[in-house]
T-cell receptor, first 113, second 114 residues
Framework: SQTIHQWPATLVQPVGSPLSLECTVEGTSNPNLYWYRQAAGRGLQLLFYSVGIGQISSEVPQNLSASRPQDRQFILSSKKLLLSDSGFYLC????????????FGPGTRLTVL | AQSVTQLDSQVPVFEEAPVELRCNYSSSVSVYLFWYVQYPNQGLQLLLKYLSGSTLVESINGFEAEFNKSQTSFHLRKPSVHISDTAEYFCAVSDVTGRRALTFGSGTRLQVQP
């Protein structure tokens, strides 16, 4: 069966510090991968998606970036965090080539102080 | 582009009462429709989905949703709720062509009271 991992589960960082959140998927190959952010009291916003290694599409201009160094690894980064980057970050995957349902990881709660 | 509207941010209801969570969408192309549930401090779990065929879809825990193309709606219903149904519920759509990323509504918090 497939599983998706995210770490860390929680993170408190000062403004201006760097960020690296990691997501890995097990039990499947060549998945589509997604990063979403859920701000307090709001819905989910798609940040990035990837259909393959090194292929990243950005949905919202911001100070975040994403990378996919391996087939089942998706990393969300920032060089300098802003207060507005606080939120709940969710990674998700689905099968490439015509799949529909997305499967979500447990999330990372980021607080920027 | 698609958009999803969940008009009710919070829905309080007593245990064993019926509930309906509303979802309306807008899209210029055909879509798949989903309901996801999020328990506190957890990721999202798929509750049910509509891809094609019968417009009434059901989940294993008693929820159902009906796709209404003319009204562009996908409301979620349950005839009798339990305390354990307390959670945030998100309606979402994805384009049947292209990258199939999800567009989410803002969510509805269902609060089941004893």
């Amino acid at each position: 069966s497939q599983t998706i991992h995210q770490w860390p589960a929680t993170l408190v960082q000062p403004v201006g510090s760097p960020l690296s959140l990691e997501c890995t998927v097990e039990g499947t190959s060549n998945p589509n991968l997604y990063w979403y952010r859920q701000a307090a009291g709001r819905g989910l916003q798609l940040l990035f998606y990837s259909v393959g290694i090194g292929q990243i599409s950005s949905e919202v201009p911001q100070n975040l970036s994403a990378s996919r160094p391996q087939d089942r690894q998706f990393i969300l980064s920032s060089k300098k965090l802003l207060l507005s980057d606080s939120g709940f970050y969710l990674c998700a995957w689905n099968r490439g080539g015509g799949a529909d349902t997305q499967y979500f990881g447990p999330g990372t709660r980021l607080t920027v102080l | 582009a698609q958009s999803v509207t969940q008009l009710d941010s919070q829905v309080p209801v007593f245990e064993e009462a019926p509930v309906e969570l509303r979802c309306n969408y807008s899209s210029s192309v055909s879509v798949y429709l989903f309901w996801y549930v999020q328990y506190p401090n957890q990721g999202l779990q798929l509750l049910l989905k509509y891809l094609s065929g019968s417009t009434l879809v059901e989940s294993i825990n008693g929820f159902e949703a009906e796709f209404n193309k003319s009204q562009t709606s996908f409301h979620l219903r349950k005839p009798s709720v339990h305390i354990s149904d307390t959670a945030e519920y998100f309606c979402a759509v994805s384009d049947v062509t292209g990258r199939r990323a999800l567009t989410f509504g803002s969510g509805t918090r269902l609060q089941v009271q004893p």
